[in-house]
């Protein structure tokens, strides 16, 4: 290790000789530049931030907040983004000046301090390649952003030049009448400094969030690549499939499949002709986690791993993962090459098939079905889930919601300009659509039980493999999906979602109720929508 100082500043480690802290104006600090996990995670222990588990994780809490606060997300408003961006519930607008005044006081807090830096790219993809640096006020912090970027060797960081930065702080609180905040903590992207600034909230998933917007903007709109919130993984014959959808949708479950490799668990861009990984990591949640159930996860969560707001088993060092008591959105964060069976480097082909996972808290769609290219697009354009208890700040238990492109609050473009890349892309790869529900059958939450996952992923393979391309289709009488009669490993029953509820008539109103959610969510796009879009409606039963 070497040690520099600068403006008197004392920065340790292996560090770029292009780049300084003093670049962002901090002053006094003591920065350790690129520390690897074990020395992230022996600082974090000698400062009682944290404990090591029995397989070797660090374990800490994020404090306050342990999932995302999407009202305090917010986008400098300025000559980049005033008509790019969807004005809108999930793109804040932020003034330009407050942003100045309050990085400035940002920075103040954080001179002085001991920090920890770090330098990384997004994308896989060599053409697309973004560089980060990221200035974190806590070690494990900085452990996650290891875990969760690119990784560079020692070659690359010493020539890096650094084109975005993240600043996090999540000790500095605001003051909401003076920062122009909605509360003391923020995550605030500005397009034109190329500048993510964290506050006031220890929760990881801002960081990586952050960076995932930002690519959501330049990617599609100044690249023309297509950005998107899903899992990616491909078969031994090359076909590679995408997995869309929300927090707790089982993104990161299904896409770890031991059949198949692993491209990414979560962002994604879509080239030409090429799928690639965002990440370097995954980021998984803990919560009911087992070795039967998912052991690839699992097994994951050795030495090097960053467990987060877990609790232990009284009197071990033993994580419990079935206790919810701090949070249901208990997570862990780990190198990608950390699951047995990954794709290197993290890219693949154009994709074969296409999942739309929706958790529906009212068990009225189908477990497997399949879409014609206007539903697959009404559907992504839609976004039907559930937010599952846990993923934000102040949701105990699932709400009905509807997130365009299965990823509202990361877009800040309007959600057509996405759609329409999409059903491009469709059309030119021929590609299957399917759309999964992970959610409820038999009733809706409260009355009938979440789909197991082992049906879920069977079905999900009798798609792969091509199994459900030889069976009969029933057609949904609401929604209009085509649903498989049959499909291996799964009960009969179980596919006609109307058929595991014990009355009838019930389920026939459970599926008018949600008909009209969709409408009504829908009339917000309808003008942009072609016939083939508008005809994949949902028609709702005329009672007799």
């Not at 974090?44 to 606060?69: C, H, P, Q, W, Y």
């Amino acid at each position: 290790m070497n040690s520099d100082k600068l403006n008197n500043n004392i920065e340790k480690g292996l560090k770029s000789s292009n780049q300084s802290i003093s670049d962002f104006g901090i002053n006094n600090a003591v920065v350790h530049w690129n520390l690897d996990s074990d020395h992230l995670s022996k600082i974090t222990v000698d400062k009682k931030m944290g404990i090591i588990s029995n397989t070797g994780a660090l374990a800490i809490d994020t404090g306050e907040f342990t999932g995302r606060s999407p009202m305090d997300r917010f986008i400098v408003k300025d000559s980049i983004s005033e008509d790019a961006v969807w004005w809108s519930d999930v793109n804040l607008a932020f003034d330009s000046n407050k942003f100045d005044d309050l990085y400035s006081k940002v920075i103040t807090y954080l001179s002085g301090k001991e920090l920890y830096a770090r330098n990384a790219v997004a994308c896989a993809s060599i053409k697309y390649r973004l560089s980060l640096t990221v200035v974190n006020e806590y070690p494990w912090s900085n452990l996650f952003t290891d875990n969760m970027f690119i990784r560079l060797n020692e070659d690359e960081v010493k020539q890096f030049k650094s084109e975005w930065t993240v600043i996090n702080a999540p000790g500095f609180m605001a003051d909401p009448e003076v920062d122009g905040t909605r509360q003391h903590n923020f995550a605030i992207l500005n397009f034109t400094k190329k500048v993510i600034l964290i506050g006031g909230t220890g929760y990881t998933g801002e960081i990586k969030k952050g960076i995932f917007s930002a690519l959501n903007f330049t990617l599609p709109y100044q690249e023309h690549v297509l950005s998107m919130h899903c899992s990616a993984n491909v078969g031994q014959n090359g076909d590679t499939a995408l997995f869309f959808g929300l927090s707790g949708t089982g993104k990161t479950t299904l896409s770890a499949d031991p059949n198949r490799n692993l491209i990414g668990d979560d962002e994604h861009g879509w080239s030409e002709n090429e799928i690639f990984n965002f990440e370097g990591g995954c980021y998984a949640k803990c919560i009911d986690l087992s070795e039967d159930k998912e052991p690839d996860i699992f097994n994951a969560i050795k030495k090097g791993a960053l467990l987060e707001n877990i609790t232990f088993k009284n009197g071990t060092n033993e994580p419990d993962y079935m206790n919810g008591s701090k949070t249901q959105n208990t997570r862990v964060s780990y190198p990608i090459h950390f699951i047995n069976n990954i794709q290197t480097p993290s890219t693949g082909p154009t994709p074969k098939n296409i999942f739309f996972l929706t958790c529906d808290a009212f068990g009225v769609l189908p477990p497997i079905s399949k879409l014609t290219p206007g539903q697959a697009m009404f559907h992504f354009i839609s976004g039907y889930t559930a937010k599952v208890a846990g993923t934000e700040a102040g949701v105990t238990e699932p709400q009905t919601t509807f997130s365009a492109c299965f990823g509202a609050p990361f877009m800040p473009l309007h959600p057509t300009f996405y759609a329409k890349m999409l059903g491009d892309k469709m059309e030119k790869s021929d590609v299957n659509v399917w759309l999964i529900n992970t959610g409820w059958s038999g009733g809706a939450y409260g009355a009938g039980s979440r789909i197991k996952l082992k049906y879920t992923r069977a079905m999900i393979s009798a798609a792969l493999n091509g199994d459900l391309d030889k069976v009969e289709y029933r057609n949904h009488a609401v929604f209009g999906l085509n649903m498989p009669e049959t499909c291996i490993n799964v009960p009969e029953e179980l596919l006609n979602p109307k058929n595991t509820w014990a009355d009838g008539n019930l389920y026939d109103e459970k599926a008018n109720e949600l008909a009209k959610a969709f409408k009504l969510n829908f009339e917000q796009f309808a003008d942009n929508a072609n016939e083939e879009i508008l005809e994949a409606l949902p028609k709702e039963i005329i009672a007799k």
